[in-house]
């Protein structure tokens, strides 16, 4: 019987030993099926080459020569919604040295006639902006012209009752 107990805990001990190796085997399986995916994601993000707003050096980088163009702080978010309407890879240098800050926008030479768009889109809007502000707001039209009522005379009615007899 003592015999029968020391084989039926041995065959534990190596079952058990065979069912630990096996989770450990699938486990560093599964280990290395995930770092080989996140090798390959990693490889994919840095072979695309990034689109729109970009640091000054990773536009350089890219070796296809870099112009540049100067805005005002004021149109800094229209430029960015309208060249990314045009998909131009461009990049944004804050000049500190003028008052008003100005803003260099350099963007890739090959984009020249997209940025030649988007600078015309740029313009338009600019001047919309600018034709908006000159016309007085329509409250402003209202107070006046409540201002002119309230200045009119007014005509007061006398009512006259006689009394017949």
């Given amino acids: 019987m003592q015999e029968d107990i020391e ?3 041995i065959r534990f001990v190596v079952s058990s030993g065979k069912l630990s190796f096996r ?19 990693k490889a994919a993000k840095a072979a695309e080459k990034p689109m729109g707003k970009q640091l000054v ?17 004021s149109g800094l978010k229209d ?15 804050k000049n500190k040295t003028v008052e008003p800050p100005r803003y260099s926008i350099f963007f890739k030479a090959k984009d020249a006639d997209a940025i030649d768009r988007v600078m015309r889109d740029y313009a338009t809007k600019q001047l919309k902006k600018e034709k908006q502000a000159e ?20 005509k007061e009615h006398e009512k006259r009752k006689e009394q017949e007899r």
């Fill in 7 to 9: 084989n039926k805990s």
């Fill in 23 to 41: 989770a450990i085997e699938k486990g560093w399986s599964l280990y290395k099926q995930h770092k080989n995916t996140e090798n390959a994601k």
């Fill in 57 to 73: 050096k990773d536009l350089i980088g890219q070796g296809q020569g870099v112009s540049s163009a100067e805005i005002a702080k």
């Fill in 79 to 93: 430029f960015q919604k309208i060249a990314k309407k045009y998909g131009v890879d461009f990049a944004v240098v």
């Fill in 135 to 154: 016309r007085p707001s329509i409250l402003q039209k209202l107070k006046k012209f409540k201002e002119i009522v309230a200045n009119i005379p007014r």
